[in-house]
């Protein structure tokens, strides 16, 4: 029998706990009409717009054929606006995605802190942070070279 390292260990609960999370948060945006997925594109299009398509798949954790799919669904809804600039498109708000970030971030921001504080102390988060974020640089090095 093989017997799995720690570090596959951890991957399976990372990999674990994120389609977890994203389950729970998919059924309480429900009732905002919207997925994890879209609260992703959508938080990332409100914090860096305009924004690059290119750039946009890279921050989201979306595949890069499921984001065309999702800006096309998202622009047919009103939330998002797609911009050509010779070859590349530039991605913004609408007032109507303005107006869908104000409804929903707050909430979605309570719903995953709640999840997270109802488990971890203080100190135990902070670590997790410090750690994760140690673990995301290091793939995202890995990624660029």
Request: hydrophobic share 35%; charged share 25%; glycine share 4%.
């Amino acid at each position: 029998m093989i017997k799995n390292t720690l570090g596959s260990l951890i991957w399976l609960r990372i990999a674990r706990f994120t389609h977890q999370s994203n389950l729970l948060s998919n059924e309480f945006l429900k009732q905002f009409g919207i997925t994890a997925a879209q609260f992703d594109v959508l938080n990332q299009v409100s914090t860096y717009q305009p924004i690059m398509q290119s750039q946009l798949a890279v921050k989201v954790t979306v595949s890069e054929g499921g984001i065309s799919r999702m800006l096309t669904r998202l622009e047919q809804e009103g939330y998002i606006q797609r911009k050509q600039d010779w070859k590349t498109k530039w991605i913004a708000l609408t007032s109507k995605g303005e107006d869908k970030m104000h409804e929903v971030f707050e909430h979605q921001l309570t719903f995953q802190t709640s999840i997270v504080n109802e488990c971890l102390t203080e100190d135990e988060q902070k670590t997790l942070y410090k750690l994760m974020t140690k673990l995301q640089k290091h793939t995202e090095n890995k990624l660029e070279n």
